[in-house]
């Protein structure tokens, strides 16, 4: 079974910069896996950031960026304001249809 | 950018049956992939099924295969997801979701199914 992991938490400084990962319990990720993003917050539906890796939604600002860091995904965040504080989740096309989300990452900006 | 709005939510009783309906408008329906997300109170997003374009293969997550049948109609632009044999553990918002390279975007408002007695 295929297991997607991300960080239950993170912090960041107003104007700081933090990169949340999306790793698999076994194994890389790869640009195969078609890595994307999302942005989450409590009662609302989740808003696309990031797909296929690196390529930015439309409308999304660039201060988000996506990369493969080492052997997971990685979406950065430069420059970090107060309404980025939200839930993000990642997930991984891992082949035959199927897709697998992280348990998303917990953000905090204080 | 397209709209999808999601309908048929509701309690219902372990064992009992659901279907879940979505409508899209403003982009190619029928050239798209599509998706149902679900995401339980409190709990992180999980993929549920996926249907190809022309709904001649559809993928599920091995704790619904066999319960939850996923089909659509082209000329209705219209998803639907009958849930079967429901269980507690089914209690979620179901989000309906176009798959855009390898993404999900744009998504539904969702629809909110409570399993209990």
């Known amino acids: 079974q295929t297991v997607v992991t991300q960080e239950p938490s993170f912090s960041v400084s107003p104007g700081g910069t933090v990169t949340l990962t999306c790793g698999l319990s076994?194994?890389?990720?790869?640009?195969?896996?078609?890595a994307s993003w999302y942005q989450q917050t409590p009662g609302q539906a989740p808003r696309t950031l990031i797909y296929t890796t690196d390529s930015r939604s439309s409308g999304v600002p660039d201060r988000f960026s996506g990369s493969i860091l080492g052997n997971k995904a990685a979406l950065t965040i430069t420059g970090a304001q107060a309404d980025d504080e939200s839930n993000y989740y990642c997930v991984l096309y891992v082949g035959g249809g199927s897709w697998v989300f992280g348990g998303g990452t917990k953000l905090t900006v204080l | 950018e397209g709209q999808l709005v999601e309908s048929g939510g509701g309690l219902v009783q372990p064992g009992g049956s659901l279907r879940l309906s979505c409508v899209a408008s403003?982009?190619?329906?029928?050239?798209?992939?599509m998706s149902w997300v679900r995401q339980a109170p409190g709990k992180g997003l999980e993929w549920v099924a996926s249907?190809?374009?022309?709904?001649?293969?559809?993928y599920y997550v091995d704790s619904v295969k066999g319960r939850f049948t996923f089909s659509r109609d082209n000329v209705r632009n219209s998803l639907s997801l009958q849930m079967n044999s429901l269980r507690v553990e089914d209690t979620a918002v179901y989000y309906c979701?176009?798959?855009?390279?390898?993404?999900?975007?744009?998504w539904g408002q969702g629809t909110l199914v409570t399993v209990s007695s």
């Open positions: 249907i190809k374009s022309d709904g001649s293969d559809k």
């Open positions: 403003q982009f190619n329906f029928g050239g798209h992939w």
């Open positions: 979701a176009r798959v855009s390279r390898y993404a999900f975007d744009p």
């Open positions: 076994s194994g890389s990720v790869s640009t195969g896996h078609y």
